[in-house]
């Protein structure tokens, strides 16, 4: 597989998953950008591995949340290198509570950072996109979206309606060449599971057939097969990444 000429974008790529996509499409020969929002330690060492790689990097701090600032990073990557072929939505929170207890806040957050921001990266890039006659789109959802989590109302909501917005824009955009996918991971080691008690992991790991949890670098490399041209006539679809856990 190759991704040789293409250049790609990863929101949320100083870590965890988005992390690994970022350093896999490079791998593969893309140009690649990520956005992060605090963690720019972080976000220079994933450029500069990148770098290291033989591609052209960029590393820019932008809130997901803020439409137009994903427009002027949209803006600075089409003028900088004339064209994005592939986008990858994966900026990310979690606010666990029961529904009782979740305060508004913690819906909004959530909701905001995991779902307007696929909006607002979506919405900047079509035009590019569009005078390109083609891309491909991926964004990140999760299992929960799929099956819902007892104390992740927000976070299920966010991520269920990925897969509803990526269907949409699947079926606008489609006779542009635009494809748009979503990969819903499982229980996938990182930062933000690393926080799960022993109990719950326990449990994830009995509840999935492979009985084991995921790397991020297995989803990355179903994130650069949607990338790639060996996937040119799917658009609109889920892929769980998962180990069997939402069979």
């Not at 427009?71 to 592939?86: F, N, P, Q, R």
């Not at 607002?120 to 964004?139: C, D, E, F, L, T």
């Not at 990925?162 to 494809?179: C, H, M, P, V």
Request: net charge negative; glycine share 8%; aromatic share 4%.
């Amino acid at each position: 597989m190759s991704l040789d000429g293409k250049t790609a974008l990863v929101t949320g790529g100083s870590r965890g998953i988005g992390r690994a996509i970022a350093l896999t499409l490079a791998e593969l020969g893309a140009d690649v950008a990520i956005t992060f929002a605090s963690s720019e330690e972080a976000a220079n060492e994933v450029k500069n591995e990148m770098t290291s790689k033989g591609v052209r990097a960029k590393a820019l701090q932008a809130d997901a949340v803020d439409l137009e600032k994903a427009e002027e990073v949209i803006a600075e990557l089409t003028e900088d290198w004339e064209k994005i072929d592939i986008l990858v939505n994966n900026a990310g929170i979690t606010r666990d509570n029961l529904i009782l207890r979740m305060k508004e806040e913690q819906w909004d957050q959530v909701i905001n950072t995991n779902l307007k921001s696929i909006f607002n990266y979506s919405k900047a890039v079509a035009k590019p996109m569009m005078r390109n006659r083609g891309g491909s789109i991926i964004n990140i959802s999760s299992v929960v979206g799929l099956s819902g989590n007892a104390g992740q109302s927000n976070y299920a909501a966010s991520k269920a309606g990925i897969i509803g917005f990526t269907k949409s824009y699947a079926k606008e955009l489609a006779s542009r060449g635009i494809r748009a996918n979503v990969i819903a991971p499982g229980y996938i080691t990182t930062e933000m599971t690393d926080e799960l008690d022993e109990k719950v992991l326990a449990s994830i790991k009995e509840e999935t057939p492979l009985g084991r949890p995921g790397d991020a670098e297995e989803v990355a490399h179903a994130v650069a097969f949607l990338a790639s041209d060996l996937s040119s006539y799917i658009t609109g679809e889920t892929i769980r990444v998962d180990g069997g856990m939402a069979m």
